[in-house]
């Protein structure tokens, strides 16, 4: 094998990294924590490590299935946004064909994995994989495709549930709602990144639907999200250090609309990538609640 096929070959792993996002690592966290906070409100406390695996490796899986996807179906539009444009399938670099391709081979490993569960579990991921697959179409036809963004991946919650106590109850879908407001919020804050592109482009989102408002709104959102987050604290009777994180994390939550107030697209990158620590702070007051000293 001669260096030039050697390069070539490498080259064209390096795509596939980058087609999967591992160079973007703040997908996997921001789905990744509403996962824990799933695991270990549904356990009270440390999950059973075989599920704990399960639902780590899940995450890491489907969130890459999920941005092959989307870009597979907005390979055309890619191109004409800033961000994106040089994504492998926008470059042509790669085939949609060798997409799909990778695609489908992380969403079976990952179906694998949950085969390993219950059937609960199972019947539920039925749902993950329709909901990755419809998510990327919705920006082209409705203004609230954050909404739905926060429903994919919030569906870890109810899964999570299911898996450690074989029932979805209450609290998870207050965990689930959570979520959602949480997806939405920071979404909102990405989306107006692209948004100038986007209105070009005909493509639609929250940031566009909020227009002037946008700030104010993302304020109401996460001041909703607190609140949810304190309703679940109650049901789960959670204690002293689950509060304090949320009081920490409304603080993360100032400072992000803080650093929107003039929506300068790199603050707003900062803003969104906070949403990382909002996560962590969260899984923290939870992990210290259960923690027997």
């Known amino acids: 094998m001669n260096i030039k096929i050697i390069k070539s070959k490498i080259n064209k792993f390096k795509q596939y990294l980058l087609l999967m996002r591992l160079h973007k690592p703040i997908g996997i966290f921001l789905l990744l924590w509403p996962t824990l906070w799933g695991l270990w409100i549904a356990a009270e406390g440390f999950p059973d490590q075989k599920i704990l695996l399960v639902f780590i490796l899940g995450v890491f899986l489907m969130r890459s299935a999920g941005c092959i996807l989307n870009d597979i ?4 539009l890619d191109k004409f946004v800033t961000r994106t444009k040089d994504r492998p399938l926008a470059s042509n670099k790669l085939s949609s064909i060798e997409a799909f391709t990778i695609a489908c081979i992380l969403i079976c490993v990952a179906f694998l994995l949950i085969l390993t569960t219950n059937i ?17 179409f919705l920006k082209r036809y409705i203004y609230i495709p954050q909404f739905f963004l926060g429903v994919t ?12 106590s074989n029932s979805v109850p209450l609290i998870a879908w207050l965990l689930f709602i959570a ?45 909703l999200v607190i609140v949810a987050l304190i309703i679940v604290g109650q049901e ?9 994180s949320l009081l920490f994390g409304s603080s993360l939550f ?22 990382n620590f909002f996560g962590l702070l969260i899984f923290a007051g939870l992990f210290f609640n259960y923690y027997e000293y």
């Open 73 to 76: 179906i907005d390979k055309d």
């Open 120 to 136: 609960l579990t199972i019947q539920l991921s039925f749902i993950a994989i329709i909901l990755a697959s419809i998510y990327p």
């Open 153 to 164: 991946f919030g569906w870890s919650i109810p899964m999570a549930f299911a898996a450690v």
């Open 179 to 223: 979520n959602i407001l949480w997806t939405v919020a920071y979404d909102t804050i990405y989306a107006i990144i692209d948004r100038d592109d986007d209105l070009k482009i005909g493509i639609k989102s929250t940031a566009i639907l909020f227009d002037d408002a946008d700030r104010l709104i993302i304020g109401i959102i996460q001041s």
């Open 236 to 244: 789960a009777s959670l204690g002293l250090e689950y509060y304090v």
């Open 254 to 275: 100032a400072y992000q609309l803080y650093l929107i107030k003039n929506r300068d697209r790199k603050n707003c990158m900062k803003a969104f990538l906070n949403n």
